[in-house]
C-alpha cells in the first residue's frame, strides 16, 4: 500500500502564499506523476497542478502564474507553493500519486481557506 501525508494547510489572507507539501511512502512501485487536486463541498474534485516523472508540468488555467509545483525524487515528495492567493482558491487540496502500472492513490486532504 502506497501512503501519502499532506501537510501545509491553513487560513490565509488573500494575496497571501501557502506551501502545500506531499510525502509519499510504502510500496511505490514506480512513479509516473504526482499532483494536487482541489475540491470544494457539492463539486467534482478538480486538477490543479500535475508534474510527471519526466517533470512535465500541468497547471489549472485558474492557477497558472500564481502555483508552483515542484517534486523530490529521491524523497517521493511533492510541494506546490501557492502565491497571490484569492478566496476562490478555498478549497480541500488533494495530494495524488498515479503510479507506473495505473494506479491511484490520494491523501486525506488539506484545508486551504482564503480569507477577503
Known amino acids: 500500500q502506497v501512503h501519502l501525508v499532506e501537510s501545509g494547510g491553513g487560513l490565509v489572507q488573500a494575496g497571501g502564499s501557502l506551501r502545500l507539501s506531499c510525502a509519499a511512502s510504502?510500496?511505490?512501485?514506480?512513479?509516473?506523476?504526482m499532483g494536487w487536486y482541489s475540491q470544494v463541498p457539492g463539486k467534482q474534485r478538480e486538477l490543479v497542478a500535475t508534474?510527471?516523472?519526466?517533470?512535465?508540468?500541468n497547471y489549472a488555467d485558474s492557477v497558472k502564474g500564481r502555483f508552483t509545483i515542484s517534486r523530490d525524487s529521491a524523497k517521493n515528495t511533492v510541494d506546490l507553493q501557492m502565491n497571490s492567493l484569492k478566496p476562490e482558491d478555498t478549497a480541500v487540496y488533494y495530494c495524488?500519486?498515479?503510479?507506473?502500472?495505473?494506479?491511484?492513490?490520494w491523501g486525506q486532504g488539506t484545508q486551504v481557506t482564503v480569507s477577503s
Open positions: 508534474i510527471s516523472r519526466l517533470d512535465y508540468i
Open positions: 495524488n500519486l498515479l503510479d507506473r502500472l495505473g494506479r491511484d492513490f
Open positions: 510504502g510500496r511505490i512501485l514506480g512513479i509516473d506523476r
